[in-house]
């Protein structure tokens, strides 16, 4: 049985869809704008795309779904045009409806919205047959011929797109498939091609991209696939959100990925919680007390107990705290499954808990969240995903995959070869290493278990809850095997939608954290407020750095990345308090969580007042460059630069290196004029610069835009130095109070001309003193003034070139200040 085709404009025209014009040519449809054009052949079922200059940058591309691609010669080839109206703003939208006798049809789609130099595609079916159709793979971009007869070799590198733990790194291989996006950039240093290519939104279907190079070609495939696939009905139309990106129109690395972040946020409508405060992991901090002889506490009554030891360590006067309970159990029976307060009362894991985990007083979530939050808390706790506890699976086998209690996992290689191999993990982690078996687990589309989640989630949001982390997912809930109760679901949809229930349930505002170690999916995104970039640690390490920070563009704009737990006492180098300094700067800079693996009360006074510089975190939806992770023979970037307006940067130098006995990797430089495709900060050659360090507290020096600063730093040592553009009027260099030197904590600041006075509001934290660096640049300070505590100014040289002022008071206040001049 086929059905007529009801696209319409059917008839074999050139339609020129820019400014309402058409132009007829042969079997040619031309979506276009200023900045490019897909032109589509009707007769061979191959397109072009174009750059705004006319010139081929891809030819001959065709689709796939299934077995069928668009270039068969027995395939019937229809179109239409239509309005598009969605989170991307206004376009038209070009469709190619492919028919073939007893299959379904298959419909692709390109989106141009207005002169945004993007192309968007999306696919789906129309099953126009007697039979069911499912949707197992399909590639709405097949180029084999991608800036063909253009040399390539020269400066080629290829950027990875995947997530959690898979690998990210800077690549120069003939051929790589990346989970979620790909970047690749090659040509002359100053004006490279640069290509970005990936899927901006997520639901069914997972995304991929592979890139292969050859003598004087590209090869590049969008695709996206599902080890289950998505069922669609006798007579029913199947057009998913499930959309790609692909933008050749670049100028640079850094905001051709910033560009592509910024589309996936808003297509994927993600609203972002951001973690602005740190998270004590009471499974890490259990296991330090109890070598410090302690009681072990990682149950209900230590997390109270925590996060007392929070307030009296003084951290909250400077930020919120969250504290994250871990009641996780290894036997066959434990609370996985049941997730309620009797069975969380009954286990523990005898490691970090001398019993259960909800004990007296605190025997119920309710009782020990409330008591978190009133002490001004986020309590936090834990789950394993879809790991069994055999006593629920005996008594609900109907919430169990395929119906079935004991169904054995079979594991094929389709579902292995998309699993990444790293941080010491192999395929035979899937062996559930606390199991006999490996057994299949919960159903998230069954009703009735989502149901029992949706109980689970409402007596946990009753408790005041705020965010939950999800451990082992991709081993315990990645259903590749199917056996869903709702047969039109996918295997990505059961997934996402563990976490969808969470999320709903809990309310917008929750924090929820997926620890993905060997699968790089961005399916979670929008649900999700963290990923887990690592194995268990506490430690740091320039890999783990590196993974984070070549994300930058997703850091804190769709998802915050997660390094696990970090202990300042074992930061290295240990004899030195660069250590700790570059552990906190880097994990602020690259990351967008602190996870703390030790108890507040066993923190330093010097650790504790570290800490305090580097919260609370930024909530912008931005992160640093590496601004020298493409350059030759880079591997862990060193250089990170974060531009809070074109005149005020904050540069970072991250020296790995801890080898004593090679001084010589210890200097690192930039060029402040450079352009970004050169490495450099791209900041106005005919300005000069002040550079002040903050960890050192010192002014670095004053540069020329075309200088290039190279500092020789410690071993281990990570360098925050704010770069301000020299005015002609006193102005603020630095605060003491954190890490970024004002951005923070700087409210106001202004030069009123008139008046011959520097006024600003800082927010400054009781009895701690706060401190501005003050360039006078050529007037003479007079005195000063706040509107709360006390004001002095302190010369920080005989010229009074730089002066400091001195804000001081018992609580924390916003407060007034203005330094007269004359």
Request: aromatic residues 12%; glycine residues 8%; hydrophobic residues 35%.
């Amino acid at each position: 049985m086929k059905k007529s085709l009801l696209l319409a404009g059917a008839c074999f025209c050139s339609l020129l869809i820019q400014a309402q014009t058409i132009e007829e040519k042969d079997s040619l449809v031309i979506l276009k704008n200023n900045q490019q054009a897909l032109v589509f052949d009707l007769k061979k079922g191959l397109f072009d795309i174009k750059d705004g200059k006319d010139n081929v940058i891809i030819k001959n591309a065709f689709f796939q779904m299934g077995g069928i691609q668009s270039k068969e010669d027995y395939v019937d080839r229809k179109y239409s045009i239509s309005e598009t109206k969605d989170e991307l703003g206004d376009g038209k939208t070009l469709s190619i409806r492919i028919g073939v006798k007893n299959y379904a049809d298959i419909i692709w789609q390109a989106t141009l919205y207005g002169e945004n130099d993007y192309l968007v595609f999306n696919m789906g079916v129309i099953n126009d047959t007697d039979n069911p159709y499912k949707v197992m793979a399909y590639y709405p971009l097949i180029a084999n011929s991608m800036y063909h007869g253009i040399e390539n070799d020269l400066n080629y590198k290829i950027l990875e797109g995947a997530g959690g733990g898979a690998r990210t790194l800077v690549l120069n291989e003939q051929q790589v498939t990346s989970f979620n996006n790909l970047f690749v950039k090659f040509g002359e240093l100053k004006y490279p091609k640069i290509i970005v290519a990936g899927g901006i939104t997520y639901n069914e279907f997972e995304k991929f991209v592979t890139v292969k190079k050859e003598k004087k070609n590209l090869r590049l495939h969008l695709f996206a696939e599902d080890p289950v696939g998505k069922l669609v009905d006798v007579n029913q139309e199947y057009i998913p959100n499930e959309k790609f990106y692909l933008c050749f129109n670049n100028t640079d690395p850094f905001t051709a990925l910033e560009k592509y972040g910024q589309v996936l946020k808003t297509a994927q409508q993600i609203k972002l919680n951001m973690y602005d405060f740190p998270t004590e992991c009471l499974w890490y901090a259990s296991f330090y007390n109890n070598e410090k002889g302690r009681c072990k506490f990682n149950d209900s009554k230590g997390a109270v107990e925590e996060m007392e030891n929070a307030i009296k360590s003084g951290i909250t006067k400077y930020t919120r705290t969250a504290i994250r309970l871990v009641p996780d159990a290894y036997g066959k029976n434990n609370q996985q499954g049941w997730w309620d307060d009797a069975h969380w009362g009954m286990y523990g894991d005898k490691m970090s808990t001398e019993g259960p985990h909800y004990i007296a007083p605190y025997a119920t979530t309710q009782s020990w969240g409330k008591a978190i939050t009133e002490k001004g808390g986020i309590p936090i706790t834990y789950f394993q995903s879809g790991r069994r506890s055999e006593d629920y699976a005996q008594q609900h086998p109907e919430h169990m995959l395929f119906n079935d209690s004991y169904r054995i996992i079979n594991m094929p290689e389709r579902f292995t070869h998309r699993v990444n191999v790293g941080n010491g993990y192999d395929a035979g982690y899937f062996n559930h290493w606390w199991a006999d078996k490996m057994l299949w687990s919960y159903d998230f589309t069954d009703k009735d278990f989502i149901s029992h989640m949706q109980n689970v989630y409402k007596n946990l949001k009753e408790a005041g809850i705020k965010g939950v982390m999800y451990d082992y997912p991709e081993v315990t809930a990645y259903a590749f095997e199917g056996g869903f109760e709702d047969k039109y679901k996918t295997t990505a949809w059961a997934y996402r939608n563990m976490f969808r229930l969470a999320y709903d349930g809990l309310g917008k505002d929750c924090y929820l954290d997926e620890r993905n170690l060997l699968r790089g999916s961005d399916i979670t995104l929008g649900l999700v407020a963290s990923q887990r970039v690592w194995a268990d640690t506490d430690g740091i390490t320039p890999e783990m750095v590196t993974r984070c920070g070549l994300r930058w563009y997703k850091n804190r704009v769709v998802v915050n990345y997660d390094m696990d737990s970090k202990d300042p006492s074992d930061a290295l180098p240990l004899q030195h308090q660069d250590g700790n300094r570059s552990l906190l700067t880097m994990c602020y800079v690259t990351s967008g969580r602190f996870l703390l693996g030790r108890s507040f009360n066993q923190l330093s006074e010097a650790q504790l007042q570290d800490m305090s510089r580097v919260f609370p975190y930024h909530t912008s939806a931005q992160s640093a460059r590496p601004l020298d992770a493409f350059k030759e023979g880079v591997l862990y970037p060193q250089v990170y630069d974060f531009e809070v307006t074109p005149s005020w940067h904050q540069l970072t130098f991250y020296n790995y290196n801890l080898d004593m006995g090679a001084p010589h990797k210890n200097k690192i430089e930039v060029s402040l004029s450079a352009s970004l495709n050169e490495g450099g900060m791209a900041l106005d050659p005919q300005s000069s610069y002040y550079i002040y360090d903050f960890w050192n507290d010192k002014l670095v020096g004053v540069y020329k835009g075309t200088d290039i600063l190279q500092q020789t730093l410690r071993e281990g040592e990570a360098r925050m130095m704010s770069v301000r553009k020299v005015e002609n009027h006193p102005q603020y260099l630095s605060t003491n109070r954190h890490i970024m030197q004002g951005y923070l904590d700087m409210k106001e600041c202004a030069w009123k001309q008139e008046k011959k006075t520097l006024e600003g509001i800082s927010k400054v934290v009781g009895a701690d003193p706060y401190k501005i660096v003050i360039a006078t640049n050529g007037m003479k300070y007079k005195g000063c003034s706040s509107s709360h505590g006390k004001a002095s100014i302190k010369q920080i040289n005989n010229s009074g070139e730089f002066i400091e002022l001195i804000l001081s008071n018992k609580t924390n206040q916003d407060i007034a200040w203005k330094v007269f001049f004359e």
